[in-house]
């Protein structure tokens, strides 16, 4: 009997309404974009597109954010809704944070609280967004010194963006700083811009390295496998696959810092 008392006693009845995971409605939530907010705090923002799949309801849809310990509800929300957004000016003042206490690496995090006959829960629907630094799409473009040391080059070339899309670049003159003439064709960079990610299609730079005294290695190609774009260094660090038609040379990191 005590020890029915003392199991009875100590039960924790206090009830974390928004802890439980796995209600039956998910909403979707589309990528943000931008995913992140930057050092400039006035103009920082994430956007992102929310509804529910169709016959699903809820009673109320709720934008809650957290810093560390902290936590607020933001706002309230009618679904669906498109291209909401969400300013870093908006987060701070519902977390109470003072401006002075904004600073590069904080990380943030947006969830959906979804409440239904009652009981609030906490959707999967939900991301973090970093404090980054000021970014322009004009910073992806330039004159840059490049180095690899595993590949043993190092030189001078020009980042040029496509006409028609600012996060697809073209680095102009990378063959000649190699002392080869090439084709005409340019290593491809593209930059995700939610996340700095740098990916990129395989580019066959020279028809062969006759100009380096092996005229039957053909195709000379560089494939962009990873690498990244930092805001706060104004550098891109890529790692290459280089091959030719004789087999692969391996992967290679490159890093491009702008003169």
Known sequence: MIAALLIISCKDTNENLVQDR?????????????????????????????????????????IEVSRGD??????????????????????????????SDYKLGDIFNLAILLTKNGKTTRSIAAFSIPVNCYFDPSM????????????GEAG????????????KIYINGYPQSEGLTGNGNRIELDINPNNFKVTGPKAVIADDLSEWGIPAYLNYTFEPVAG???ACDDAYTVTYSITCSAGSFGSFAFTYTRK
């Open 70 to 99: 902290k936590s607020a509800i933001l706002e309230e929300v009618k679904l669906p809704v498109k291209g909401l957004k969400i300013t870093a000016v908006q987060v701070i003042k519902a977390l109470n944070i003072p401006e």
């Open 22 to 62: 796995g209600a039956d409605v998910v909403p979707i939530m589309s990528d943000p974009s931008p995913a992140y907010f930057t050092d400039e705090i006035e103009s920082s923002y994430v956007q992102f597109d929310l509804s529910l799949s169709q016959g699903d309801a809820v009673d109320k849809v709720e």
């Open 140 to 151: 992806l473009v330039g004159n840059f010194d490049y180095e690899s040391e595993d590949w």
């Open 156 to 167: 001078s070339v020009t980042l040029v963006a496509d006409p028609d899309d600012p996060y």
């Open 228 to 230: 990244s774009y930092s």
